[in-house]
């Protein structure tokens, strides 16, 4: 893609940097991690966020202690701590859990530690651009059907929160399909739920379609049920932080509520993983998947640009009120009409996926 940028890079003196999405739309700002404990706290304030880019994240962070423990001279003890404290800063997105055991595997054999760390981090980051990029491959078919039946007519998807190119490293996987279907000449048209109370929706995924010439309209995360109802929804695509070996989906909270109307009005709902986000050890989503709580004032506040040019962030109730911050809900497979993986479509059930992923076991 040309207009294509990474989320995460590495320096000429062998450190990484991100963006820190915090900031976007309005400011495009670098932050250079320096140390694992960097990569921690970006991870945790998801100045980094997404499940691909927070396992890639993890992977550089686990290179920063290895380099921090021989600089130093510490001790082995400070990379175990190094894995404690990366396992620890997010409880929801697998693909956290996956990079650091396979980071951990490596290490375990390594002749020489540093250079293991470095490689196999940039094997993460490389293998998950080519992961994106084949989901988009499979998601683009789907695309292609339905412009096909509307003789050419915009498609319509909704999507929910951002799992773009900001929350992978490249292409992104509920864009992928989008941006491959806008270079092959269909016409495409995105309804953006504002994803409410990070607001990444608004914040990210319309600021990389934006960037990419997608034509997007922006909508409250109430909309879609509306929209759904009046066919002005053809179909919908969302991401997905962890998917249980039966299929059940762990998402951005509200997802749940835009698969039920979905069902509800006959329309596709698509999840686009990489197979990284499957977590085989569960089979049941509700029971199973911890639901990360965050802090109450994401839902108190919100921040935004002024007239004025500042970034500023508001009181939106009473001083007294408390609130409660879910950052994710769980959708059963049953409203999940197909997942959309790197290596095809995949029916989400326990058959289907492992009939697919088995050897990932």
Known sequence: MSTAFRTIWTTADNYVEVIDQRLLPHQFVVVKLLSYSDAVIAIKNMTVRGAPLIGATAAYGVYLAVREMQESGHPKEFLTQAFEELRQSRPTAINLFWSLDRMQKALSIAYNPLETAWNQ?????????????????????????????????????????????????????????IYQAKEKGIKVHVWVDETRPRNQGSNLTAYELTRHGIDHTLIVDNTGGHLMQHGMVDMVIVGTDRTTRNGDVANKIGTYLKALAAKDNNIPFYVALPSTTLDMTISDGLKEIPIEERDQNEVRYITGKTSAGAIEHVLI???TTAASNYGFDVTPARLVTSLITERGLCAPNEESILTMFGDLI
Request: net charge negative.
């Open 121 to 177: 981090a940039h094997l993460i980051v490389e293998e998950d651009i080519e992961t994106c990029r084949m989901i988009g491959v499979h998601g683009l078919e789907l695309i292609e059907e339905i412009s096909k039946k509307k003789n050419g007519a915009p498609v319509n998807i909704l999507t929910h929160c951002n799992a773009g190119m900001l929350g992978c490293i490249e292409w992104g996987t509920v864009t992928s399909p």
């Open 317 to 319: 109730c009473p001083e």
